[in-house]
């Protein structure tokens, strides 16, 4: 059972918080008794250059806990491209992408961790919506059908903290910046026979609300028209060891 982990945690302006997202992920991993992990930080710049502490804070951190790595980025870097960077980077047999806002609740990283092995890949999805704002519960649902009627998945979402075999993502061909990252994983893998199992995700409720603008959303658009272009026309497969 292969359940060594690699958590990819992108930081932009959290000093404030990416403090407790690493103290909540590394109280589940211990609860779930998985000792073999590390948590990859991918501290960003915003697009204008600026920062906050938050540099300060996870190479602070670091210092006392030997399973932090943190990587400081000087540039602004795409969220997308931010988790391939992480997945690039990654040491152990599988991924996992947990937000650095200290949005998951505990409990649910628990069940996700113990899940870990037991199949190709685990898919979280969120169970109390109404946690999140009307507008980006709106978002949420539209592109989730639209994803499942595009390649005919029954998915319930595609955006989550979902675990992947390190050895696996890295033979996914497209690599997009965008919000649609993760389709692109998801869709490739479980096309090409992967097994997965969907599992329930539990959120705090945040004062931060997604930003969407029209150059993300026709950059997601983008990575989906070519995703469906691989997976229907070109038949785009990978091997996956049983």
Not at 27 to 32: D, N, S, T
Not at 193 to 215: L, Q
Request: one cysteine or more; charged letters at 25%; proline letters at 4%.
């Amino acid at each position: 059972m292969n359940r060594s982990l690699s958590i990819i945690m992108p930081a932009l302006n959290m000093e404030h918080l990416v403090g407790e997202a690493i103290a909540t992920t590394t109280r589940a991993l211990q609860r779930a008794g998985l000792s073999d992990y590390e948590i990859i930080v991918l501290v960003n710049t915003s697009r204008d250059g600026s920062h906050d502490r938050t540099d300060e804070v996870v190479l602070d951190l670091a210092k006392k806990d030997s399973h932090i790595r943190p990587i400081i980025n000087h540039h602004f870097k795409p969220f997308g491209l931010t988790y391939w960077q992480g997945v690039d980077l990654a040491q152990k047999e599988n991924v996992m992408f947990i937000p650095s806002d200290d949005e998951t609740i505990e409990d649910s990283m628990v069940g996700i961790f113990k899940d870990i092995g037991q199949v190709d890949l685990v898919v979280p999805y969120t169970v109390n919506k109404k946690a999140r704002s009307f507008k980006r519960r709106f978002v949420s649902r539209a592109f989730v059908i639209l994803c499942n009627t595009l390649f005919g998945l029954r998915l319930r979402y595609y955006n989550g903290t979902c675990v992947v075999p390190t050895k696996l993502i890295r033979k996914v061909p497209m690599r997009s910046g965008s919000f649609a990252y993760m389709v692109q994983v998801l869709v490739l893998l479980i096309k090409s026979g992967a097994r997965y199992v969907e599992v329930p995700m539990g959120i705090k409720p945040t004062s931060a609300t997604a930003s969407f603008k029209i150059k993300s959303v026709i950059e997601a658009i983008h990575a989906l028209a070519r995703l469906f272009w691989d997976i229907h026309i070109k038949g785009v497969r990978i091997k996956i060891p049983f």
